[in-house]
């Protein structure tokens, strides 16, 4: 079975860093898409940034820079580096992973979310 684990959330300043990691592990035929999501309170689950493939980056339109989206195949694991957190930014941000299990058979699955915090 396809897992995810992410971690790096927490509190932190206006103006602060932190870098998620989502790191997937289990049987899969190819990796499709690979991306991050956040779902802030009182408000829809949104698109952050992601790979459409496995050198392309996109972020969001509403993305002003902060943020930088990252992968290391090696290590089965994708970053998101914040910078600059402002605390609009404050929400849960969930690791999405679209992916074959078999050719042909298109699978997704969702990391348990991780809770960032922008606070003074």
């Known amino acids: 079975q396809v897992q995810l684990v992410e971690s790096g959330g927490g509190l932190v300043q206006p103006g602060g860093s932190l870098r998620l990691a989502c790191v997937y592990s289990?049987?899969?035929?190819?990796?499709?898409?690979v991306g991050w999501y956040r779902q802030a309170p009182g408000k829809e689950r949104e698109y952050v940034a992601g790979?459409?493939?496995?050198?392309?980056?996109d972020y969001a339109d509403s993305e002003k820079g902060g943020f930088t989206i990252s992968r290391d195949n090696s290590k089965d694991t994708v970053y998101l580096s914040m910078d600059n957190l402002q605390p609009e930014d404050t929400a849960v941000y969930y690791c999405?992973?679209?992916?074959?299990?078999?050719?042909?058979?298109?699978?997704?699955?969702w990391g348990q979310g991780t809770q960032v915090t922008v606070s003074s």
């Open positions: 289990g049987r899969t035929f190819s990796i499709n898409t």
């Open positions: 790979y459409p493939d496995h050198y392309t980056t």
């Open positions: 999405h992973l679209d992916y074959y299990a078999t050719e042909g058979e298109k699978c997704k699955i």
